[in-house]
């Protein structure tokens, strides 16, 4: 048992004392739930055994994640605490192994079936950008409360802090909370995710990029000579994580934008030590402040493009945790990125992208659709171009893609994206067969491609960080992977495919008698 502010706490198992601990919240509103639905998918691995979270976690994780395997639960862990601080659950929002639910936990994120196929996930998340905001509704405790420990009932050391990859610089607890802070003046609130490693027992060392959201409010803070008050909640409903995970414009919400794409406000409680709020069904929240005076040592780490580099440590801002809260037998989820295909591939990119098409769409350029192919680590986004409309516009490669070039890569949304590819209203832009297609046989090397030096570049990309440049400016390109006839005259060709090459009734009869003839796929 545990005293805290108010008094003992002895179970966190009786959900529906809390009004946001419902046990019949949908999975998209409530992490725990969201673990019930993968199980009632019969889409979790259940690990009852002790598990070490020195390597072990990460190595069956990374195994899941690469193979495409079901979501492992980590039940028993090394450093759990009585009260179950913490269970982990890995490959929280991978790819599912059954071909019909591919984007299974994706959709679950959002609220929609595991059938759901990519085009209809984005379409989700860009139609909730079109409609009235709802604020988040506060609401007086919730599970989230259910514990409350202060800095000397806890070591985050000796916690199941996980190390993920043998090269990483220290146990990266944070890779999947969702951090909350806002301005100075209380006007603007933002959720997002940037990893944090254990620096000792009560603080950690994260990244505070300064043209992040985080380092720009981060920034705010430092000019009062005041620490940022911050909060990481664990365990947040999936489709808060999902909003946390979007290059939002300045000055928006995250919280009012799940709100849209939910339909319904998202429950907020307040933290104990600061004025912050955060989701009250949170699997886990620590609570404290980044400091603007001290830096220390943080890194390597395996990121999203699937390297961790030895010795490569930056100096960056000292988190200080004042409280953790959590609920009974808590759930810690992680993300463990590196090669395909991780929650890094499935998010950010795809979260990017649907950014992206609304503010192209919003200079009323026309974009039909777009998508980050996930072979492209995070770097490529691909915009499917409406060639009768193109065409409309009386204009040519290099205007056209300077324009798209020009908007995007002076946006928080175009940061991560070092390659944007133009496609014809023929490529299937969720098929990366179809789109390298494209990119291979009508993007000229040279000629069709504008380059982009004088833009600020994503120092992670290992081309970017580790190559022959400025890890911190340019390496951006727009390919202009249509012909010039989708300029002028329209599609000049057929596709030497079974589809494009062949009568629809000779498909036809072929597909009838294909079983026949001695073929199964």
């Known amino acids: 048992m545990v005293r805290g502010p108010r008094g003992p706490r002895t179970t966190g198992l009786d959900l529906g004392k809390h009004p946001a601990g419902n046990q ?53 862990l090394k450093g759990q605490d009585e ?20 984007f299974g936990r994706i959709a679950r994120h959002i609220g929609l079936e595991p059938t759901a196929s990519p085009k209809q996930i984005m379409d989700k998340i860009v139609a909730a950008k079109s409609t009235t905001p709802i604020p988040p509704k506060t609401v007086e405790t919730g599970p989230c409360k259910d514990f409350r420990l202060t800095p000397d009932q806890f070591d985050l050391e000796k916690l199941p802090c996980p190390l993920l990859h043998q090269s990483d610089g220290g146990k990266y607890v944070q890779t999947y909370g969702m951090q909350c802070f806002r301005t100075p003046d209380g006007s603007w609130t933002n959720w997002a995710i940037a990893r944090a490693m254990v620096h000792d027992r009560n603080h950690l060392a994260g990244v505070v990029a300064p043209v992040q959201h985080i380092g720009r409010i981060h920034a705010m803070w430092q ?18 994580i999902m909003a946390a995970s979007m290059p939002m414009p300045d000055g928006v919400s995250e919280s009012e934008y799940v709100g849209s794409l939910v339909g319904s406000p998202i429950e907020v409680v307040k933290c104990e030590t600061n004025d912050l709020y955060i989701p009250a069904n949170s699997e886990i929240v620590f609570e404290g402040t980044i400091s603007v005076t001290e830096r220390v040592p943080e890194g390597p780490f395996g990121e999203m493009h699937g390297y961790v580099f030895p010795g490569d440590i930056q100096q960056w801002h000292k988190y200080n945790i004042d409280m953790i809260t959590h609920r009974k037998d808590a759930i810690m989820p992680i993300s463990n990125p590196g090669r395909l295909t991780d929650e890094t591939h499935t998010m950010i990119g795809p979260l990017a992208a649907a950014e992206i098409g609304v503010l192209l769409r919003s200079h009323g350029l026309p974009i039909k659709d777009v998508w980050s ?149």
């Open 83 to 102: 009260n179950g601080l913490w269970r982990i659950l890995g490959a929280v929002n991978g790819l599912r192994p059954n071909p019909t639910q591919r």
């Open 223 to 240: 000019k009062l000579g005041k620490d940022m008050p911050v909060a990481i909640a664990f365990g947040v409903p999936p489709a808060a």
């Open 373 to 521: 192919p996930f072979e492209s680590q995070v770097t490529w986004v691909v915009l499917q171009v409406d060639t009768e409309k193109l065409r409309a516009m009386k204009t040519n490669s290099e205007e056209f893609s300077r324009k798209i070039g020009d908007i995007i890569f002076h946006a928080k949304c175009g940061f991560m994206i070092h390659r944007l590819v133009l496609v014809g209203d023929d490529i299937d832009i969720y098929d990366f067969r179809d789109v390298s297609w494209a990119f291979c046989t009508r993007c000229r090397p040279g000629l069709d491609e504008y380059l982009y030096e004088d833009v600020v570049g994503y120092f992670l990309i290992p081309y970017m960080g580790h190559g022959s440049g400025d890890p911190m400016k340019g390496g951006k390109v727009v390919s202009d992977a249509l012909l010039t006839a989708e300029y002028t005259t329209g599609k000049a060709w057929d596709a030497a495919s079974f589809k494009e090459s062949y009568p629809r009734e000779l498909q036809d009869k072929v597909l009838t008698q294909w079983e026949a003839l001695g073929y199964t796929s």
């Open 24 to 76: 019949h919240e949908p999975p998209h509103l409530s992490f725990r739930s969201y673990v019930q639905s993968l199980k009632d998918d019969g889409d979790i691995v259940e690990i009852n055994v002790e598990c070490d979270p020195h390597l072990e976690v990460g190595a069956i994780t990374r195994k899941v994640l690469e193979n495409n395997e079901k979501a492992p639960l980590f039940n028993k």
